[in-house]
């Protein structure tokens, strides 16, 4: 199996464009997840799913970020209007629902000048 | 709130060396915990996954144990090699009915000197 595939791995932009992060989960897995890395705040959940239902989107910052999962084997997190603060590595992960082994992707890192 | 702690922030040991590292939530209802290990500018890579009703997990030089009651998990490397530097980090996912929300702990980060 491929594993988790994020997409891009590196984006540098300027603050106010608007950014998407893509990722494809682990063929069969049904839970999906997004997670920002910080040094400041560490690893932060955003959103998950459960057969691409968004179950719990507490994380999401503010109303610039949104997640969507179309079908099983894509999920996306946009960012609009992107701002520097929002400066960091987003990774996303996926699950069987049980036994709840995560495993991540390589993450996309994200800088806004 | 789970909270999980990670105790030493750091360490730095000579190679062959046998170790252990700590990690600790204040929750005991959890549903599974997990160590995972993210080598910099990488992804994290599942190393064990330990169910709530489990007592240890092992693969080859690793072994990870659990004590719900105390709230208290080790991750234990043998014959540590330099390949081992990472940084390592638990994480706990709680029962049914917080979801499938895990929250991590801040991470180990572990040197293994040649």
């Known amino acids: 199996d491929a594993g988790v595939i994020q997409s891009p791995r590196h984006e540098v932009t300027e603050m106010g464009q608007e950014v998407t992060l893509r990722c494809k989960p682990i063929?069969?897995?049904?839970?999906l997840f997004w997670y920002r890395q910080t040094m400041m705040r560490g690893l932060e959940l955003l959103i998950y799913?459960?057969?691409?239902?968004?179950?719990?989107d507490s994380g999401m910052p503010e109303d610039r970020f949104s997640a969507k999962m179309p079908n099983a084997s894509f999920s996306t997190l946009k960012i609009q209007p992107s701002e520097p603060r929002d400066s960091a590595v987003y990774f996303c992960?996926?699950?069987?629902?049980?036994?709840?082994?995560?495993?991540f992707g390589e993450g996309s890192r994200l800088t806004v000048l | 709130k789970q909270e999980v702690t990670q105790i030493p922030a750091a360490l730095s040991v000579p190679e062959g060396e046998n170790l252990v590292l700590n990690c600790s939530f204040t929750?005991?209802?959890?549903?599974?915990l997990q160590w995972f290990r993210q080598d910099p500018g990488k992804g994290l890579t599942s190393l064990l996954l330990?169910?709530?009703?489990?007592r240890e997990q092992t693969s080859g030089r690793l072994n990870a144990s659990l004590d719900k009651s105390s709230g208290r998990s080790t991750l234990y490397i043998a014959a540590s090699q330099p390949g081992d530097s990472a940084t390592y980090l638990c994480?706990?996912?709680?029962?049914?009915?917080?979801?499938?929300?895990?929250?991590f702990g801040e991470g180990t980060q572990l040197t293994v000197n040649p």
């Open positions: 992960a996926s699950s069987f629902r049980r036994p709840r082994e995560l495993f």
């Open positions: 929750d005991s209802a959890i549903y599974n």
């Open positions: 799913f459960n057969n691409n239902v968004p179950i719990d």
């Open positions: 330990i169910q709530s009703s489990q």
């Open positions: 994480a706990v996912s709680g029962g049914e009915t917080s979801g499938s929300r895990l929250t």
């Open positions: 063929s069969g897995h049904n839970s």
